[in-house]
């Protein structure tokens, strides 16, 4: 079974740009996470989806950060402009449902400059 | 305030050597519980998880945790660590109601000598 894929694994920007993260979940998984994961810090989940609704997005800076998930598969976050404390891994998770077991990406590493 | 905290930033341990990560938690209700390993590079790997039931959880290459309802603790614990054990490790719960969010601790780093 392929797992959660995450596309590109490495980012480099400069303040102000914008950037975009793509993650495919495991096939049959209803539930996408985005988490953010700070040097030195574990990940903080940013937004939840349940097939293309969001469950919570409590902690997504809403001001810059944009996630969507158009047809309950794929899902991109976007950062627009980026600041330099946004520099992080990115991880998407998916569960086959609401409250099962969470499977993580290899994330994608962003440093912005 | 709710948290998880995870006491030990940095672990070195001899290859051999038994291992204890230490978790607490401070949530009302006794919360879902998990451990996640994570080596460079690499995802989060989830290595054991505790529901409910009997309070020493078993879980892959060899780890085992603990419950402790009164500590509010969920140590982690390895009989004997092998060089490939070097990663950081996450306790992370999800609070009860807590729709799947996982709420992570800073996490421990350890380091295995030969």
């Known amino acids: 079974e392929a797992g959660v894929a995450q596309s590109p694994r490495y980012k480099i920007i400069e303040k102000r740009q914008s950037v975009a993260f793509w993650c495919n979940p495991i096939?049959?998984?209803?539930?996408l996470y985005w988490y953010q994961q700070i040097l030195g810090q574990g990940p903080k989940l940013l937004i939840q989806?349940?097939?293309?609704?969001?469950?919570?997005d409590s902690q997504l800076p809403k001001d810059r950060f944009s996630a969507e998930r158009l047809k309950g598969v794929d899902s991109t976050l976007k950062i627009q402009p980026a600041k330099l404390e946004d520099s992080a891994v990115y991880l998407c998770a998916s569960s086959l449902e609401l409250q099962e077991t969470q499977y993580f990406g290899p994330g994608t590493r962003l440093l912005v400059l | 305030a709710q948290s998880v905290t995870q006491p030990d930033i940095h672990i070195t341990v001899s290859e051999g050597a038994s291992l204890e990560l230490r978790c607490n938690y401070s949530y009302g209700a006794t919360p879902y519980l998990f451990w996640y390993v994570q080596s460079p590079g690499q995802g989060l790997q989830l290595l054991l998880k505790?529901?409910?039931?009997?309070?020493l959880v078993q879980g892959i290459k060899g780890f085992e945790a603990e419950f402790k309802r009164s500590q509010s603790s969920f140590n982690l614990r390895k009989p004997s660590v092998h060089w490939s054990d070097a990663a950081e490790y996450f306790c992370?719960?999800?609070?009860?109601?807590?729709?799947?969010?996982?709420?992570f601790g800073a996490g421990t780093r350890l380091a295995v000598h030969p």
């Open positions: 505790y529901f409910s039931g009997d309070t």
């Open positions: 989806f349940q097939n293309n609704g969001v469950v919570d």
């Open positions: 992370a719960v999800v609070p009860s109601g807590g729709y799947n969010k996982l709420i």
């Open positions: 096939s049959g998984h209803a539930t």
